[in-house]
């Protein structure tokens, strides 16, 4: 019973679960916490002065966000999904939003084992994958992320064609100013640099084709990268769109308070669930009409 009441408080609040909003609220504020602790920590003059209180923050953000991690891990079993007790809880550790679960505390807790390395302060940065934990509790962020998952076949076209229009543009305007101007554009690698800033029309400047076929094609890589850019920002508005006047037109279940397309995303797996089919008896066989013998 304490196991499945817990499993219920470290998920995304329900309507009327006053104990898992406050959880919620209370893990949003610490994340929001470490966001601030984490730029502030960057101005030398604030982390001389205030390191103490900076590093306290640290110690207790690593307390709250691994016994959120362990409290996950623990309870998972009373969910259908997850209900085996070493598989299931491998499966949920293997789900993205745990992952980040697992990173965000990496580092502090490295730091507090005395783990002194170089690379410590790089993974540091791995702080700020905190954020990323507001997905699990903002619903415009799953809202997004519903999004995203229903229109990924489309934006991995457009990336893919965006990446074939990189190279090609590259080749291209390395082979044609190569000849003219072979520091700027000594390899294609480099000229990469050209195509991106001038696909995304940014242009800053420090790589400009001099010949005219440089510039002409220059000029059609330009009004492509418009063309271009322009495709996943009109394809996820419109998914978006689709799936906030879908959530508005379906209510939400009164149990868990989740809509239709969200109560469809967060179900258990199709091979977790235990489908009975049943099978209509079998028709008993006619039987022939007794004969009877006239009567005398």
């Not at 009373?78 to 809880?89: E, F, I, L, Q, S």
């Not at 997004?144 to 064609?161: D, K």
């Not at 235990?274 to 009567?295: M, S």
Request: charged content about 20%; some cysteine.
């Amino acid at each position: 019973m304490l196991q499945r009441r817990i499993w219920e408080i470290v998920e995304v609040a329900k309507r009327g679960d006053r104990a898992s909003a406050i959880f919620d609220s209370t893990i949003l504020v610490f994340i929001t916490l470490n966001v601030v602790g984490v730029v502030l920590d960057s101005m030398e003059p604030v982390r001389l002065r205030y390191h103490p209180w900076l590093h306290r923050l640290e110690m207790l953000s690593l307390v709250v966000f691994g016994s959120e991690y362990l409290l996950r891990l623990w309870s998972c079993t009373k969910d259908p999904r997850y209900r085996h007790p070493v598989w299931g809880r491998l499966k949920l550790a293997r789900h993205p939003m745990v992952v980040i679960d697992l990173l965000a505390v990496l580092p502090s807790l490295l730091g507090f084992l005395g783990v002194d390395l170089i690379f410590m302060r790089a993974l540091r940065l791995l702080r700020l994958l905190r954020v990323a934990k507001l997905a699990r509790y903002l619903a415009a962020m799953r809202t997004f992320g519903i999004v995203l998952r229903s229109r990924r076949e489309e934006l991995v076209l457009v990336w893919a064609v965006m990446i074939l229009m990189l190279v090609m543009a590259s080749c291209l305007m390395y082979y044609v100013e190569n000849p003219a101007q072979p520091e700027t554009f000594r390899d294609i690698p480099s000229t990469m640099w050209w195509a991106v800033a001038t696909l995304t029309t940014v242009g800053y400047g420090d790589a400009v084709p001099i010949t005219g076929a440089g510039k002409l094609l220059a000029s059609a890589v330009a009004i492509l990268g418009l063309a271009l850019f322009a495709m996943p920002a009109g394809i996820v508005g419109s998914a978006f769109m689709e799936v906030m006047q879908d959530q508005r037109k379906r209510p939400a279940c009164p149990h868990c308070g989740l809509s239709p397309l969200e109560a469809v995303n967060l179900a258990p797996a199709p091979e977790t669930v235990q489908t009975q089919v049943a099978y209509a008896p079998t028709p008993a066989e006619p039987q022939p009409d007794a004969e009877f013998e006239p009567v005398q």
